[in-house]
Every structure is written in C-alpha cells, then in structure tokens.
C-alpha cells in the first residue's frame, strides 16, 4: 500500500507485489519494526512472519517480457545473495548499483561477488556492515 501511495504520481512506475529469491513460490517474508528493514531473511524470533509470493529474476523478466536490463538498482536488506546470482543476471542487466548488507546476507560476501564475475565491480562503504556496490557489464 505505501509503495502505491508513493508512486501513485509516476505513471511509468507499476507497483508489483512479490519478492525476488532464488527460487519462485511462496516464501516467508519477516516483518522487521521499521518498514525499511523487513526482508525475506529473519533478523530475530520476534520479527512478524509472512507469506509472501516469490519469483527468481529471470522469472520475473520472462512474466513480464523483459528481454534486458539497463540499469538494476536494488536495496533489499540482506537478499542481494538471491538476486545477485550469475545465472540470474548473466546476459540480463547492464549496470547494478545497490546495497550489501554483509551482516544480513545468508552467503559469504566473497561467494556472492564470485557470482558477479562477469561485471566490473566497485564498492563504496557507508557503514562498517554495508557498502553500495556498483557493477557495469564487461
């Protein structure tokens, strides 16, 4: 509801309600006090849990016919391991600019750059747990 509330000006942006992740289906999605950390990764046993729809990237681009991606901006509070995968972007996104949460991703740091070797990757640090990582195709 507040994304719609949000965009409701923007008449190129279209709202769509579902998580990316690694695999496509219902999935838990934890409810975290802010709404600016909730994610499908549980940061304690007191989060709120929900069901949610989830669809893997390219899952995404071929329901909604996208065949390529310029530029891929993403801060989803620790899923970046279930996005940033290289069957999930190879060939598909351009240029990623986004969020890493090391402390809340459920994969090493190191595993999940190794799946962006296909991309020139620069990161800037803005906290001691989270950097901005930016990634142009080579």
Known sequence: KRLCKNTHYFKNIVPLNFAISDFTGKQFFYLYKSHLGSSLN???DKDEKITVEALTF???LAQ???DFVDILKF???GG???LLK???LQGTVG??????HTDLITTSEEDMLVQLSGYEIKKLP???KRYIIYGTNE
Do not use: A, K, N, T
């Not at 240029?95 to 890493?100: S, T």
């Open 64 to 66: 909604q016919g996208i």
């Open 86 to 88: 290289r069957d999930h």
């Open 126 to 128: 803005i906290s001691e």
């Open 75 to 77: 801060d989803i509070e």
């Open 42 to 44: 549980s940061r304690s």
């Open 95 to 100: 240029c990623l600019v986004g969020e890493i």
């Open 80 to 82: 970046e391991s279930y």
């Open 58 to 60: 390219p899952d995404f």
